[in-house]
């Protein structure tokens, strides 16, 4: 099933190779033919394969030839490689640092912003999203990065209370995962946050908009919450079982 997709995305986050994982898997997101049911990738095919490597066709950065900015001509040319039809169904415009982008240089976007070929999708990502107009602002979704290096703490853990979240896990099986690696409140605060972006990507992703709208909603709520009683020195332990507890009301109603 095709997620359906904004016409443009700001991804606000310090740049560096955690950014660039992250822009990446969205593109591939977008771009593989295919995705799961929940719109990810399947990350093995060869368009998921050339999107890692920076060669598949419909997918292309924005060109700085300035020193410290990008030039009009920069955006010129993005604009006319946008107006081109995509091989697949996407044509998916990456501006990097997008900082970087003058006044003039973002008005020069704002058309291709508002009515963009059909199917593109233009990703600007920057580590200070107030360097841009509201006028640009107000045309793209805004996704936040979270800026934790969850690859060195406890992923596989997350990965797998993850997929105990979204599966329909006994409660006892949660516990147990819960006791065993969530100990610190630096561990909870960090599944937190993958499980809030996730939420948040299916939220704007189009994926729950129809249906489940207000049941994400009210589950970023209470992740939101959680971490509020952490903070207010709950046992991490747990706060985590009780939203999980929660989330089992949510999704009985
Ligand atoms: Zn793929």
């Given at each position: 099933m095709a997620r359906e997709y904004a016409h443009a995305y700001i991804i606000e986050g310090r740049s560096g190779e955690e950014r660039d994982a992250y822009i990446k898997n969205f593109a591939k997101d977008i771009i593989c033919?295919?995705?799961d049911l929940s719109g990810n990738a399947c990350g093995n095919c060869p368009a998921c394969i050339r999107v890692s490597s920076g060669t598949h066709e419909d997918l292309f950065f924005m060109n700085?030839?300035?020193?410290e900015t990008y030039k009009t001509s920069d955006a010129a040319a993005m604009i006319e490689r946008l107006g081109m039809r995509p091989y697949g169904e996407h044509n998916v415009g990456i501006i990097d640092?997008?900082?970087?982008?003058?006044e003039i240089v973002q008005n020069k976007l704002l058309k291709t912003l508002e009515e963009p070929y059909p199917g593109t999708v233009i990703i600007l990502a920057t580590d200070?999203?107030?360097?841009?107009?509201p006028t640009v602002k107000s045309r793209c979704v805004e996704l936040r990065m979270h800026e934790q290096t969850i690859d060195t703490v406890n992923s596989d853990s997350i990965d797998l209370l993850m997929k105990e979240w979204f599966g329909n896990t006994y409660f006892f099986k949660i516990r147990e995962v819960i006791r065993k690696n969530f100990k610190s409140n630096e561990e909870a605060f960090k599944f937190l946050d993958v499980l809030e972006r996730d939420l948040h990507e299916t939220l704007i992703g189009g994926e729950g908009l129809n249906k489940n709208a207000g049941n994400i909603i009210q589950m970023i709520d209470q992740i939101e919450e959680t971490r509020i009683n952490i903070k207010r020195g709950m046992n991490p332990e747990y706060a985590l079982n009780s939203l999980f507890l929660n989330r089992n009301n949510i999704n009985k109603r």
């Open positions: 033919p295919n995705t700085q030839s300035g020193k640092n997008a900082e970087r982008l003058s200070n999203k107030e360097s841009l107009l």
